[in-house]
């Protein structure tokens, strides 16, 4: 089975820290879970926690670019009156 970090920490060791990042996955003989195995979950949980969440609550992202064939409505500047391009 292997283990999943939950949050990022890091270890000092004799060549310098060993940073395990959120997400970070190590197996199950791995030496740091003896002493920090409760920063570690069962890949399985999150698994299973991925599954539970609701297709909408992932699906509402809004994208910075539009699709082929979308139409984006933009806003544009309005000059004033009376002014020249380039004028103040």
Known sequence: MTQRCTSS?????ESGPMVYAAGRLVSDEDPILRSHGH???PVEVQVARQEATPR???????TATAAPAEVRH????RRRAGREDGEK
């Open 9 to 13: 920490f890091a270890v000092p060791t």
């Open 39 to 41: 920063l570690f979950e």
């Open 56 to 62: 909408s609550v992932t699906a509402a992202v809004e």
């Open 74 to 77: 933009t806003s544009t500047v």
